[in-house]
């Protein structure tokens, strides 16, 4: 992006309603990745494709598209057998993206969790786990990312870490979500947190733009985003999924159609989310219908 040109949180300052993209993991194994084939590889064997899925997304109105770079960690790297290849893998993710953006629009690294607990729950420390980190947005930032995407948290004190590496390391927009699952009492995280604790606190922590993404269709998300929204006057990214999957004939199924995820993405916007987008099962149809949706919807 052009130094000069307006960033994402001065869009966001000036109104504008930013829609994002759609799945990555979708996108890939529609594409040919094997169930359990590691995503960030084909940063390497499959070029082509990880360029191609960037191009789709923002040809279908994406302002902001993310780098396949979600398991990009040391840790989650190192259970595919590819830990040293991290900084290639995120680096390549960010350049493959940043390949096929068009003029004012924008490249997010999307960093998911790295699959461990942090002592004394688990064996990692948190000097370990903020080095993963720090690896990790360097070198998207290298590749040319704008932002980092700490995405599908589910644990404050790693988000919090990841959040501190980027912003320690990098001149990077830090946007952070966390995904919730809804129960008898309501949204919580699997480890306990509220959509209402997750926007202040992921705002202590210095993320620039807080949210949610995956683990729910566009209804509970509408409702999630009010409760984030009633929290914190930051701005709110929202990734939604295409309903609840079901299995049939072997293929997985998303329910939630592109014309009704558009329509209920308007309803996002209403309550005051900045950055609109899709998680698992949304593709470069349901970015097209939300983005020509909002097009005509413009000042109303």
Do not use: W
Request: hydrophobic residues 35%.
């Amino acid at each position: 992006m052009n130094l000069n040109s307006p960033g994402i949180l001065d869009r966001i300052s000036n109104g504008e309603v930013l829609v994002s993209d759609g799945a990555t993991g979708t996108f890939l194994q529609q594409k040919g990745l094997e169930p359990g084939g590691c995503p960030e590889e084909f940063n390497v064997s499959h070029p082509e494709i990880v360029r191609g899925m960037a191009k789709s997304y923002f040809d279908a109105g994406s302002d902001m598209v993310l780098t396949n770079s979600f398991g990009g960690t040391k840790f989650r790297q190192t259970h595919y057998g590819f830990g040293d290849k991290v900084d290639e893998f995120n680096r390549l993710a960010a350049e493959h993206a940043k390949s096929q953006s068009k003029p004012g629009t924008f490249v997010c690294g999307s960093v998911g969790p790295s699959g461990e607990f942090l002592e004394p729950l688990g064996a990692v420390s948190e000097e370990e786990l903020y080095q993963a980190f720090c690896s990790q947005v360097t070198s998207l930032e290298q590749g040319g990312a704008d932002g980092v995407v700490i995405e599908t948290m589910i644990a404050l004190d790693e988000a919090s870490i990841a959040i501190r590496a980027a912003k320690e390391n990098t001149n990077l927009t830090v946007i952070s979500t966390m995904t919730f699952d809804k129960g008898p009492k309501g949204y919580f995280t699997m480890m306990g947190i509220t959509p209402e604790q997750a926007a202040v606190e992921l705002v202590k922590f210095g993320a620039d733009i807080v949210g949610t993404n995956c683990g729910n269709g566009i209804d509970n998300m509408i409702e999630i985003a009010s409760m984030m929204r009633d929290a914190t006057d930051s701005p709110l990214l929202v990734h939604s999924n295409a309903g609840i999957p079901s299995l049939k004939g072997g293929e997985i199924i998303y329910p939630e159609p592109p014309s009704y995820m558009a329509e209920r993405f308007m309803k996002l916007k209403e309550i005051g989310v900045n950055i609109i987008g899709g998680c698992c099962g949304t593709g470069p149809d349901h970015i097209s219908a939300f983005s020509k949706l909002l097009e005509e919807n413009q000042g109303i």
